[in-house]
Structures are given as C-alpha cells and as structure tokens.
C-alpha cells in the first residue's frame, strides 16, 4: 500500500493530529496536538474552544508547518503551510464542518448540539439573518479559532511517534 493512500485513510479515521509551528516571538518549535476537520483532499481545518490562542498567532506569524498522524498505529509527517481565517463568511462553514466531525467522538451534550448545528445549517441555507438565538450562536462561532492548513507536501512514515505536544507556558 503506498503511503499516501495509508496517509488518506488515517486522516479519515482519525479525531487527532499533532501540528509543528514555530513561536511567533521567540521562533521555538512548538508542538500542538488537536481535532480537526479533513476536506478529503489537500486541506486541514483546526479550530477549538472560542477564544484567543497562542497557536493561531503562532500559525498567522509563522505559516510553514508539519502535520502528524498518530492514531491507528501509523504515524506520517507531511508538510503543510497555515493560513489564518478570520472573516465571518469564510469561517463559518468550515467551523461548523469542525463541530460535525468532533461530534462523532459521541457523548455529553452533543445530541443537543447537534440539533442546534441542523437549525444553523437551514438558517444558512435559506440565507436568513443570525437573529433570535442563532445570534448567540454565531457570537460563539466568530470567537472560534479557525486555521486552513494546506498539505504541501508527500506523507513521509515514521518509523517513531511523532513529537510530544508542546506544554502551555506558565503563568
């Protein structure tokens, strides 16, 4: 089996991935392990809870990045450059495409919020204004992060797990 192909079916299976960046002041690597959302082809999107984050300005600063696999056994390291989304109407799909996928991890409240994603999803769709609650919600999904990583590169295996995630500075 080739290794893309491998690389195809453990971004496919996958919730985590490990992401190298570099520090935007201090220019050290650092190490970012988090969900993501896969396009099926040459694209990752990273969000998370909403908020500011070190590692966006990290990837905003600094775009050249690498990607790691390290579910299922097979670990790859691929390329990828890191573009930063920041207006609404380009955020939104692919947040919402975010709260999809990391609701198939099961659990919690996340029959309630995959109702609430449905209504937004058809408040969308039939391109009506964020009034009444929908407000609340595009509140939360404009505080979001949301980082576009493009696989530039060939999957490269790894015959050791990749690098540990980088441990938050302290206070």
């Known amino acids: 089996m080739q290794a893309d192909d ?4 453990a971004l496919h299976t996958s919730f985590v991935i490990r992401v190298t960046h570099r520090g935007r002041r201090s ?3 650092r190490v970012l392990e988090t969900t993501y959302y896969w396009d099926g082809a040459g694209k990752l999107y990273l969000s998370g809870y909403p908020g500011r984050r070190d590692w966006v300005a990290n990837m905003g600063a600094h775009p ?6 390290v579910e299922r056994g ?3 390291a691929v390329a990828a450059t890191a573009r930063v989304l920041r207006s609404r109407h380009e955020r939104t799909p692919y ?6 996928h990391w609701l198939r991890l099961g659990g ?5 919020i995959g109702w609430v994603l449905c209504a937004v ?3 969308r769709a039939l391109r009506l204004p964020w009034w009444g609650p929908f407000y609340c919600i595009r509140r939360v999904f404009d505080a979001m992060p949301c980082v576009e ?13 990749p690098p540990d995630p980088t441990l938050p500075r302290s206070a």
């Open 64 to 69: 050249d990045a690498t990607v790691y696999t």
């Open 121 to 123: 999803q058809v408040n």
């Open 108 to 112: 919690g409240q996340r029959r309630l």
């Open 149 to 161: 990583l493009t696989l530039t590169g060939t999957p490269v295996p790894l015959d050791a797990p």
């Open 95 to 100: 947040v919402m495409a975010y709260v999809r």
């Open 6 to 9: 491998a690389f195809r079916r």
């Open 74 to 76: 097979q670990w790859f």
């Open 27 to 29: 220019g050290l690597p």
